[in-house]
């Protein structure tokens, strides 16, 4: 009879930092234009929006998908695959990963997804409607699912751990993340992790201007207002973060040239439905993640806001943190501001820049929003803010109902 | 219609599925294998979905085990042209 070896205790430290972003290519250029506010929401170029209610986007700048992909994954891969493995070899340089030469089955690939491959899709629709079936590529069996990005990554990489996607749209970021903690555990040693989305184009947009969340403020300066009482909808972005997560006795032992932070909790739940009479899940969830942790609600420094964007939404999670941290007990902040909510990129981009936070003693604003200053929440605004960070609550809802938290904090001795 | 050339196959490879960083597609590649060009079964299949829409020969998917060389398609294209036409 097999028995199976029982987990083992670990501490998820992130060692490698890979950004594909509106805010820029690379940690270090989003990380400047993050703590500088400057906005990376524009007129959406990537196609003709004119007569769209939506014309404002987050868009990666200067992302030219021949620079980071070979050309034989350029025909099978959408862009929202191009920006991860671009955000892989970042992440992996960074983390100096294949130095340690690990058994390729020790490392696993689990990323968040949330819409696949939107543009590769489109595109294949387009033949198949225009002319015929037999004009559909075969690669659009696996350029659109979920599980492509993931896919790619461990085939590029020969990373042949237990790998997979979750799918719980802005959520999965952390989703994500707390599977990674789960394959670590169940002996990995080694993670790639995060998300990455591409949501910029016709048949994307209208899908999620159906969903009635998107703000149809044309004016990029201040379509995306999350907490404003005027607030009237969020702004799309494209793009997101990997990083690559190990065992922290693991990372040092292999000489890891740095870690970033610990992933020291996680918690994931799903709000009741309407009418149900029940509470929201956000208030639950960051308890559990604060609990998970083993940490107080008077350790966290800051709290990476999910920023939905609608009135509603914002009151909802205003009320969850004032229920935790009580009235402007912690400072708050939504760098999303700056990138649009980037959905399956979205809470990767978020610890990515927790991590850089806690690293450089610094919480970067909120982009054009003021609170006045009796509002319950202190929203980081204006300029960054120094702070010696501890520990970083991400918090992350997804539409329909994901709840997820997340709490990032110091390396041990940092 | 032309005879199917190995010039006409480096084409189609070329756009249909990419090539290998490490491959000369523009060598001598007739007798080298499919697999060592970098060319997995999907890419075969995309490849002979352009040889069907651009030129009308039909080639079943299960030809993508017989077929091991760009020299093995070629000659299996020009025999089921021929076929058709006879």
Known sequence: MTTLAPPRTVRPAVTGIGVVAPTGIGADRHWAATLAGRRGIDRITRFDSAGYPVTVAGEVRDFVSTEHVPSRLLVATDLWTHFALAATVLALRDSDLERAALDPYDIAVITASSSGGNAFGQKEIESLWARGPEHVTVYQSIAWFYAATTGQ???????????????????????????????LRDGSRAVVSGGTEAPIGPYALTCQIAGGLLSDDGDPATAYRPFAPDARGHVPGEGGAILVVEDLDDAVRRGAPRVYGLVAGCASGFDPPPGSGRPPALARVIRAALADAGCTPGEIGVVFADAAGTPEADAREVEALAAVFGPRGVPVTAPKTTTGRLYAGGAALDVATALLAIRDGVIPPTAGVRLPPDHPLDLVTGAPREARLRAALVVSRGHGGFTSAAVIAAAPGG | MSQFTLDDLRDIMRRSAGVDESVDLDADIQATSFTDLGYDSLALLEVFAQIRTGRGVEIPDDAVGEVETPADLVGYVNRRAQARVS
């Open chain 1, 153 to 183: 990554i461990s085939i590029r990489h020969g990373m042949k751990g237990p790998c997979g996607v979750v799918v719980s749209e802005q959520a999965g970021g952390l989703d994500a993340l707390y599977l990674a903690r789960r394959a």
